[in-house]
């Protein structure tokens, strides 16, 4: 069980602008990153001195946003499929001064085919959760030796391992959970699944 008291501490400092998205999303029903995940993240790209950033799955531009404010020579790189999202997106990138550190491209992450030498030291996959072990197997080969892979929604609100009512939502917790054993079997990655926010992956690539 999660302690309420440390949860409440972690709480952001969002300059306005983050703060303002995060409403837009509250309001319009777009999913993004909990405030515990993204402290999660940035404090990676901190510790590992991460300034390459592949992002499966933009929605708005929140977690894009907020991972290149960690520092100015943080460059990230975010895949879209939604045109709804992307005209959100470019509209909250091009508004604020962070836009210069980003690059959005538009279509499917399973379909779309970077250059072989695109290396990056973190990618973040949050995308559509059925599809994750396609975007880590996809991805995977543009990840630095040493590099990390992030996945997020690993505990689906809790759900995971847990029957429910729809046979659709089951489906997908079916999914999500075969992910989970996937990346806690591969041996070419240390990876460890932290209860933080909604559930996040860590994937360490050995070499």
Same mark, same amino acid.
């Given at each position: 069980?999660? !302690?309420?008291?440390? %949860?409440?501490?972690?709480?952001?400092?969002?300059?306005?602008?983050? /703060?303002?998205?995060?409403?837009?999303? $509250?309001?319009?029903?777009?999913? &993004? =990153?909990?405030?515990?995940?993204?402290?999660?993240?940035?404090?990676? @790209?901190?510790?590992?001195?991460?300034?390459?950033?592949?992002? $499966?799955? *933009?929605? &708005?531009?929140?977690?894009?946003?907020?991972?290149?404010?960690?520092?100015?020579?943080?460059? =990230? *790189? *975010?895949?879209?499929?939604?045109?709804?999202?992307? #005209?959100?997106?470019?509209?909250?990138?091009?508004?604020?001064?962070?836009?210069?550190? +980003? %690059?959005? &491209?538009?279509?499917?992450?399973?379909? +779309?085919?970077?250059?072989?030498?695109?290396?990056?030291?973190? $990618?973040? @996959?949050?995308?559509?959760?059925?599809?994750?072990?396609?975007?880590? #197997?996809?991805?995977?080969?543009?990840?630095?030796?040493?590099? &990390?892979? $992030? *996945?997020? !929604?690993?505990?689906?609100?809790?759900?995971?391992?847990?029957?429910?009512?729809?046979?659709?939502?089951?489906?997908?917790?079916?999914? +999500?959970?075969?992910?989970?054993?996937?990346?806690?079997?591969?041996? /070419?990655?240390?990876?460890? @699944?932290?209860?933080?926010?909604?559930?996040?992956?860590?994937? @360490?690539?050995?070499?």
């Amino acid at each position: 069980m999660k !302690n309420n008291y440390v %949860t409440s501490l972690r709480r952001l400092r969002h300059p306005a602008y983050l /703060d303002a998205l995060k409403a837009y999303a $509250v309001k319009h029903d777009v999913p &993004i =990153i909990t405030d515990e995940g993204l402290r999660f993240l940035q404090q990676l @790209i901190r510790l590992k001195d991460v300034k390459h950033v592949l992002e $499966v799955g *933009t929605a &708005i531009g929140y977690s894009a946003l907020a991972m290149a404010r960690v520092n100015e020579q943080v460059k =990230i *790189t *975010t895949i879209e499929r939604d045109p709804h999202m992307i #005209e959100a997106a470019k509209k909250h990138f091009s508004a604020h001064d962070r836009a210069h550190q +980003i %690059t959005l &491209i538009e279509g499917d992450a399973l379909a +779309i085919e970077l250059p072989e030498k695109s290396l990056f030291d973190l $990618v973040f @996959i949050d995308g559509a959760k059925a599809q994750s072990i396609k975007f880590f #197997e996809k991805y995977e080969h543009h990840v630095k030796s040493k590099g &990390i892979i $992030v *996945t997020d !929604n690993l505990l689906f609100h809790g759900m995971v391992g847990q029957k429910q009512a729809s046979r659709n939502l089951n489906q997908l917790l079916d999914k +999500i959970d075969q992910f989970n054993r996937y990346i806690l079997e591969r041996d /070419d990655y240390d990876t460890m @699944i932290y209860e933080v926010g909604d559930g996040m992956s860590l994937s @360490i690539k050995k070499r």
